[in-house]
């Protein structure tokens, strides 16, 4: 059975950070590409960042180039986020996705955690 479960998530102040984390099962975690997406209230789900199976190949959507941090470690069968100087525009439902590359659309999904920017 495949899991793929977030956690991290939480209301922190604009500048603050927060590290997510996306524990995953029930697959062969090591040869997935694997993704952050987040859903703002009202928008599309937006991808924002991805890392491939080593671990050295890794993109991000322009809006966080800077500020967020996606890392892997295959031994724990986990990927994180690490998220600084957050901003108001952050708050979103941030989703784990794990798919084999070139196979975007057959993936699996995390549940999500809610990350709240707000003074």
């Known amino acids: 059975q495949v899991q793929l479960v977030e956690s991290g998530g939480g209301l922190v102040q604009p500048g603050g950070s927060l590290r997510l984390s996306c524990a995953a099962s029930g697959f062969l975690f090591s040869r997935y590409a694997m993704r952050w997406y987040r859903q703002a209230p009202g928008k599309e789900r937006e991808l924002v960042a991805t890392?491939?199976?080593?671990?050295?190949?890794?993109n991000y959507v322009d809006s966080v180039k800077g500020r967020f941090t996606i890392s892997r470690d295959n031994a724990k069968n986990t990927v994180y986020l690490q998220m600084n100087s957050l901003k108001p525009d952050d708050t979103a439902v941030y989703y784990c996705y794990a798919a084999i590359p070139g196979k975007w659309s057959d993936g699996y999904w995390g549940q999500g955690t809610q990350v709240t920017v707000s003074s």
């Open positions: 890392i491939f199976s080593s671990g050295y190949n890794v």
